[in-house]
């Protein structure tokens, strides 16, 4: 995180496995991720829902986000899931 933080630069964790990593581990995911300005956490891999992810972050970087998943064409995955 220092080169980012030198440079001005966000840094984002793609955190698909993250809640995984803490029990493994054993460090609490508040320390995993505290380094990261953004934290994507993936639940059906993580806590074994059928679908879902969240994205955590300031209030800003989550409308920034939101607006960049529009823009490229982000939607629903595994639909087909749910609509059975």
Do not use: W
């Not at 030198?6 to 955190?15: I, N, T």
């Not at 806590?47 to 939101?66: D, F, H, M, N, Y």
């Amino acid at each position: 995180g220092g080169i980012c933080r030198e440079y001005d630069l966000k840094l984002h964790l793609d955190g698909a496995r993250c809640l995984n990593a803490e029990v493994a581990s054993g460090i609490p995911i508040n320390e995993i991720v505290q380094d990261f300005d953004t934290v994507n956490l993936c639940l059906s891999k993580g806590i074994g829902c059928p679908v879902g992810s969240l994205v955590l972050g300031t209030e800003e970087s989550i409308k920034q986000a939101r607006r960049y998943r529009k823009l490229l064409g982000g939607g629903m995955r595994q639909a087909g899931i749910l609509a059975a």
